[in-house]
């Protein structure tokens, strides 16, 4: 009999999402893996480059600022994506640094970001986060807020590509990734930045276009 052969982490979340996909009749490579490798150190980040995986994501500026500028330089065709809250006077480090941000949220942030882009020249496309699940504590613009914020963002030139949500921990993702693509539908956008790595099946099973994947793929943070 043949051995079954031990597969790395990443052809394990490869297959994961090719599974969910098949189930969903869609493609798998309508679904963009984003590695999340935010606290993980540059060797773990090189390890999964020579693996083939291109779109990466970090959490904070600061952090990216450490780490990135090297592998960069050394890989001219990586991408780098936004998932964590941005404050706005780092929003022209964020466009400088970063290929897309997953987490436009609020009135104060368009502004911040389309003066930074007009400075520095440059367009970075922009996932509006929702706050999914109305948490406190939670970042994301409300859902009664969406629509607004959006034409804000058009008219301010920014490159809006979709939505991006965290649903609520500890409950079931489902009604809210479904939300989510409602959403999208509602106010014609295309992108859904959904599923993590413990919900990510169900996510492109409603439609996720961006799955973010951090501990599937590093280990525990
Ligand atoms: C850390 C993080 C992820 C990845 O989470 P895992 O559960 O480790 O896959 C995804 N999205 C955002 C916004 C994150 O901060």
């Known amino acids: 009999m043949e051995q079954a052969v031990p597969s790395s982490p990443l052809e394990q979340v490869r297959a994961r999402i090719?599974?969910?996909?098949?189930?969903?009749?869609?493609?798998?490579?309508?679904?963009?893996?984003?590695?999340?490798?935010?606290?993980?150190p540059a060797e773990a980040i090189l390890d999964l480059i020579t693996q083939g995986q291109r779109v990466f994501g970090e959490n904070r500026v600061q952090e990216t600022q450490e780490k990135w500028p090297a592998i960069r330089a050394a890989h001219p065709d990586l991408q780098l994506h936004l998932v964590g809250q941005l404050q706005s006077n780092?929003?022209?480090?964020?466009?400088?640094?970063?290929?897309?941000?997953?987490?436009l949220d609020r009135p104060s942030l368009v502004s911040a970001l389309a003066k930074a882009q007009d400075k520095l020249g440059k367009r970075v496309p922009c996932f509006v986060q929702v706050n999914i699940g109305a948490e406190d504590q939670k970042g994301g613009c409300a859902v009664a807020d969406l629509p607004t914020l959006l034409a804000r963002a058009r008219d301010s030139g920014?490159?809006?590509?979709?939505?991006?949500?965290?649903?609520?921990?500890g409950i079931e993702p489902a009604p809210f990734f479904a939300l989510l693509d409602k959403l999208a539908d509602d106010n014609s956008v295309a992108?859904?930045?959904?599923?993590?790595?413990?919900?990510?099946?169900?996510?492109?099973?409603?439609?996720?276009?961006?799955?973010?994947?951090?501990?599937?793929?590093?280990?525990?943070?």
């Open 158 to 169: 920014i490159d809006v590509i979709g939505l991006m949500c965290v649903p609520p921990a």
């Open 191 to 221: 992108g859904l930045s959904m599923g993590m790595s413990d919900d990510l099946e169900i996510a492109v099973q409603l439609g996720a276009t961006h799955v973010r994947v951090g501990s599937a793929l590093f280990g525990t943070r």
């Open 18 to 40: 090719a599974g969910a996909a098949r189930m969903a009749g869609r493609k798998a490579a309508e679904v963009t893996l984003i590695a999340i490798s935010k606290t993980k």
């Open 90 to 103: 780092k929003a022209e480090e964020a466009v400088a640094l970063f290929d897309c941000i997953h987490s």
